[in-house]
């Protein structure tokens, strides 16, 4: 945990906080290290721990009616996964946590939430507000699912884009395949090729080493607002 005190209190639910609070709030934490498409947690297992996203990221998936996996979301360093359940008297995980890419995750115990995390007001406040502002951003998709699919996939590009740029180009913050954003997106992998495509050879896009980069951010911007 040492090694990692500093890291967390780069991100927003610890910020302010003392080394010692700090502890206290991921007592007896360990960090998980995963490659791609390992399983950190299981749909319907029993939940000991919950935890945040060091590095990385993870997709939220729950089994769909045709058997295979649907994914609910994308978490992304900073993000808390699984506390709401900690309460439970015998917590389930509602999703399967599978890692996109070379991925960490500090897994802390469950009986830390509710003596740690839920007595300290002004981080169930934040908890609170970073989870309210992820079922926020669940709600616009859900709202842009009447949009065009140009407009939905530039939006989840910019969503999973790196807000640091290097000579002007940016790249998604996790290794994400045309099939993975499909599945989010709840479409075809071959509609999510046609509509790509064009941005490859416009420049907008270009995929290198399994990581996309976006080389026009502004072009994405205007399709999400219906400019183009």
Same mark, same amino acid.
Not at 59 to 75: A, E, T, Y
Not at 88 to 99: A, H, L
Not at 180 to 207: H, N
């Given at each position: 945990?040492?090694?990692?005190?500093?890291?967390?209190?780069?991100?927003?639910?610890?910020?302010?906080?003392?080394?010692?609070?700090?502890?206290?709030?991921?007592?007896?934490?360990?960090?998980?290290?995963?490659?791609?498409?390992?399983?950190?947690?299981?749909?319907?297992?029993?939940?000991?721990?919950? %935890?945040?996203?060091?590095?990385?990221? /993870?997709?939220?998936?729950?089994?769909?009616? %045709?058997?295979?996996?649907?994914?609910?979301?994308?978490?992304?360093?900073?993000?808390?996964?699984?506390?709401?359940?900690?309460?439970? !008297?015998?917590?389930? /995980?509602?999703?399967?946590?599978?890692?996109?890419?070379?991925?960490?995750?500090?897994?802390? !115990?469950?009986?830390?939430?509710?003596?740690?995390?839920?007595?300290?007001?002004?981080?169930?406040?934040?908890?609170?507000?970073?989870?309210?502002?992820?079922?926020?951003?669940?709600?616009?998709?859900?709202?842009?699912?009447?949009?065009?699919?140009?407009?939905?996939?530039?939006?989840?590009?910019?969503?999973?884009?790196?807000?640091?740029?290097?000579?002007?180009?940016?790249?998604?913050?996790?290794?994400?395949?045309?099939?993975?954003?499909?599945?989010?997106?709840?479409?075809?992998?071959?509609?999510?090729?046609?509509?790509?495509?064009?941005?490859?050879?416009?420049?907008?896009?270009?995929?290198?080493?399994? /990581?996309?980069?976006?080389?026009?951010?502004?072009?994405?911007?205007?399709?999400?607002?219906?400019?183009?």
């Amino acid at each position: 945990m040492e090694a990692h005190l500093e890291e967390l209190k780069r991100f927003e639910q610890f910020q302010g906080f003392g080394d010692n609070v700090v502890r206290y709030l991921c007592e007896g934490g360990r960090v998980t290290f995963n490659q791609h498409r390992d399983v950190l947690f299981h749909f319907e297992e029993q939940a000991h721990y919950f %935890g945040i996203v060091l590095s990385g990221a /993870y997709k939220l998936c729950r089994p769909s009616l %045709g058997g295979s996996d649907s994914i609910v979301q994308v978490v992304l360093p900073g993000d808390i996964v699984g506390a709401l359940i900690m309460c439970n !008297p015998k917590p389930i /995980y509602p999703v399967s946590v599978v890692s996109m890419g070379p991925s960490r995750f500090l897994k802390i !115990p469950k009986d830390v939430y509710p003596t740690a995390w839920q007595m300290n007001a002004a981080v169930a406040s934040r908890v609170q507000e970073l989870l309210g502002r992820r079922m926020q951003q669940m709600h616009m998709h859900k709202v842009l699912m009447r949009s065009h699919l140009s407009v939905r996939l530039a939006q989840l590009l910019l969503d999973l884009m790196d807000q640091v740029s290097t000579e002007g180009v940016h790249k998604l913050k996790v290794p994400v395949t045309r099939q993975e954003m499909a599945d989010v997106l709840g479409v075809t992998v071959e509609s999510v090729i046609r509509t790509m495509s064009p941005w490859s050879k416009e420049g907008v896009i270009q995929t290198t080493e399994q /990581y996309m980069q976006i080389l026009r951010v502004d072009v994405l911007v205007k399709i999400t607002l219906g400019a183009t």
